[in-house]
């Protein structure tokens, strides 16, 4: 049975900085595609950020230069750290993962930005 567990959302102030964690059982992260979306109030889920088994990450434009993926292969855990963050940033943020992007995924962490 595959988990994906987020956790580190928060409340944070605009310029501010957080860590998201992805602790994935069920499935090796570093064998497989990982990503981070997010879903905005009204708004339609969007990939956020993206690392494969094999190959360079990918950015979203809107967070490129401000937000890093990495994983950690032995804690099986992939994170998202969030700096300079902007109001525009605020949302649920969800961990997925599998052979593709989609193919399973966490309960989300919410994450808002605001003063």
């Known amino acids: 049975q595959v988990q994906l567990v987020e956790s580190g959302g928060g409340l944070v102030q605009p310029g501010g900085s957080l860590r998201l964690s992805c602790a994935a059982s069920?499935?090796?992260?570093?064998?497989?595609?990982m990503g981070w979306y997010r879903q905005a109030p009204g708004k339609e889920r969007e990939l956020v950020a993206v690392?494969?088994?094999?190959?360079?990450?990918n950015y979203a434009d809107s967070v490129k230069g401000r937000f890093t993926i990495s994983r950690d292969n032995a804690n099986n855990t992939v994170y998202l750290q969030m700096n300079s963050l902007k109001p525009e940033d605020t949302a649920v943020y969800y961990c997925?993962?599998?052979?593709?992007?989609?193919?399973?995924w966490g309960q989300g962490t919410r994450v808002t930005v605001s003063s």
């Open positions: 997925s993962g599998g052979r593709y992007l989609g193919n399973y």
């Open positions: 690392i494969p088994s094999v190959g360079s990450t």
């Open positions: 069920g499935i090796i992260v570093s064998i497989n595609v």
